[in-house]
Each structure stands twice: as structure tokens, then as C-alpha cells.
């Protein structure tokens, strides 16, 4: 099916512990992005990427690394999850004028 | 840099009623201005756009906005709301598309009672 989709949709973890949330899109843009959702802060740029290979750094990248390998994949990675952390994350593809998201993954660090 | 305030945290509007959220933006030039809406547990959907031209924009589901630039506003509305409009709607602005960046207001929470 065309779109972008995340996994996990639910994740639980330990502080500490290493967590990467995957984002697929299967219409070959060019941008990806990750956002964090958090009440009172709206969405916060993590990361985003023009293309394969190349990434840069939002608002907020502080604790995350993201690569790109494929154009159609963009990881995000918690090196070592703090509760901070705990969030909804979108990620999103880009065309030239709309961002569409995916459904989100819903973090939880324990 | 650009940024998006969205005054009403929560609003609470009769099914039928009419309905305006505010967005003010912050940015030097002709913003490219975004409404988006998330329906709970899910995803962000585009609602309607403005780049240039016209300075009323029509979107889905019955929504429009106004760019007023004297006003540095995009505020959204919708003559009738309906039940099923309850959800969070997100102002954003992206300052040009050489890296298509959105920055997101904090969002309004609209509730519809009966």
C-alpha cells in the first residue's frame, strides 16, 4: 500500500536502553522528517533528511541519531532512552508543498 | 526565525455553530502557511495551504483561512461545525522550500458539544 508507515505503533522501555523507531514511505520523496509530539510544545523538529545520505539536525536533536541508507527509509535511534523521551513520534515525507504523516509511535521509557 | 502562536489552547463550539481559530506567524517575508488537523490517536492531515495569491483559501472539509498580512494572521473557519470536527488543529509556516522545514504552532483543541 502507498503511504508512510511507522513501527512500532507502541513501544515500552527502560531508561538506558537502546530504541529505534522505523518510518517508511513508498512515494520516493526526497524529505523525510521525525517530529516529537508533547502537550503544550505542538510538534518539534528531531531530524530531518533532503535525501539519502543526508541528514540534519531540528529543534530538538539532542539523544537521537537518524540515518539514511534508502531514500524510502529514515530510523530514528535512542541511543540510551531517558524519560524525557517519553513522546509521540511522527515521522513525514515531503513533496514540494505538503508534508504527509505517518500514524505515529507512541514511546514510553520507563 | 519563523515562529507560529495559536492563542486558544481549547475551544469549545456548539455542533452548528461557526467556528475561527487564530494563528499569528512571525517571519520577515511571505511566509508559506499550513492548517493541519489530527484527529485522536492518529496522524496529521493537511487541511489547506496558502503560498501566494488569493488570500482566501479553500480546504477540505468545509474549512477556509484568510492570510492577512497586515494582521501577520492565518486564522481558520468553518460556518458549521460538526461533531465529527472535534480534534487538535495545527498552524505551521515553512520559510521556504529550499529545505521544507515546517515550524508547528502548539495547536487548539477544539471540543463540539451537542
Known sequence: ???????????????????TLMCHQTWSHSYMFWYRQDLGHGLRLIYYSAAADITDKGEVP???VVSRSKTENFP????????????????AS?????QFFGPGTRLTVL | AQSVTQPDIHITVSEGASL????NYSYGATP?????????GQGLQLLLKYFSGDTLVQGIKGFEAEFKRSQS???LRKPSVHWSDAAEYFCAVVSNFGNEKLTFGTGTRLTIIP
Open chain 1, 1 to 19: 500500500d502507498a503511504g508512510i508507515t511507522q513501527s512500532p505503533r507502541y513501544k515500552i522501555t527502560e531508561t538506558g536502553r537502546q530504541v
Open chain 1, 76 to 91: 530514528l535511534t535512542l541511543e540510551s532512552a531517558t524519560r524525557s523521551q517519553t513522546s509521540v513520534y511522527f515521522c
Open chain 2, 32 to 40: 508559506y502557511l499550513f492548517w493541519y488537523v489530527q484527529s485522536p
Open chain 1, 62 to 64: 539532542d539523544g537521537y
Open chain 2, 20 to 23: 475561527e481559530l487564530r494563528c
Open chain 2, 73 to 75: 494572521s492565518f486564522n
Open chain 1, 94 to 98: 515531503s513533496r514540494v508543498d505538503e
